[in-house]
């Protein structure tokens, strides 16, 4: 079983029309934020349907495809790669997560974060040392999303502070999908933690927090109080 093996079968479904559409969505033209990126045109549910063909792919090859320059190759391979480790032992799965932290270049895009870190470097760490989450937190756009989506895996057991802590670390990060990415965690964190933690930070750093970071923290605030929050009147 081989990555060409996998990319036969992605080729075989590939649509020239999805991969335009998969191009403009996914900002690939000159200057945005995925320039270069490569699509052939297939949907997530048809990549998942053939990583459960090559579920057991040897994990050389699955970084081999982690390292293509098609987009549907690396999420497919990070898809693989996360099934691999749910079943893999304590240090199979070492070995798993180092081998994603060297790849974080061909990890370059919020769809293939979004979908892999929190379940595997999340995973990971959960009963670890986080120290890596912010060396990552001073890299690039990407390895930046890499760190705070991994916490989502903490907030989903009950721990909010490395992703506040990196909250605070990225209010002063200029590009949209960073605010959008920390107002995501944060919202979740008054969702599955605690309210109160959250409007504490909000409270605490309101006069620098983005105003995309913002709305998206409050989305499940009661009206009257997000519109407070928008309006800059609330009390500390």
Do not use: C
């Not at 093996?5 to 335009?20: I, N």
């Not at 927090?209 to 309006?231: D, G, M, S, V």
């Amino acid at each position: 079983m081989k990555s060409a093996d996998v990319k036969r079968a992605l080729q075989a479904r590939a649509s020239k029309e999805k991969a335009a559409i998969y191009q403009r969505f996914f900002k690939t033209g000159k200057g945005e934020y995925g320039e270069g990126d490569v699509f052939i045109g297939l949907a997530v549910p048809e990549q998942r349907n053939i990583a459960k063909q090559f579920k057991d792919l040897p994990l050389p090859e699955t970084i081999k495809l982690l390292q293509s320059k098609i987009h549907e190759h690396r999420l497919t391979a990070l898809i693989i790669l996360m099934e691999q480790f749910k079943k893999a032992d304590e240090k199979k799965q070492k070995q798993m997560y180092a081998l994603y932290l060297n790849n974080t270049q061909y990890i370059n895009n919020w769809d293939l974060i979004d979908l892999s870190a929190p379940r595997i470097v999340g995973a990971y760490l959960l009963d670890k040392p986080r120290k890596i989450l912010y060396q990552l937190a001073k890299g690039n756009l990407w390895e930046k999303r890499i760190a705070i989506l991994a916490t989502f895996t903490f907030i989903h057991h009950g721990e909010s502070r490395d992703t506040l802590r990196l909250a605070k670390q990225y209010l002063g990060e200029t590009h949209d999908l960073s605010h959008k990415a920390t107002g995501w965690a944060l919202r979740e964190v008054g969702k599955r933690v605690s309210e109160q933690e959250l409007e504490q930070f909000l409270q605490k750093h309101y006069k620098s927090i983005p105003r995309t970071t913002l709305r998206y923290a409050i989305e499940r605030f009661p009206e009257q109080k997000r519109q407070a929050y928008l309006k800059g009147a609330i009390s500390s």
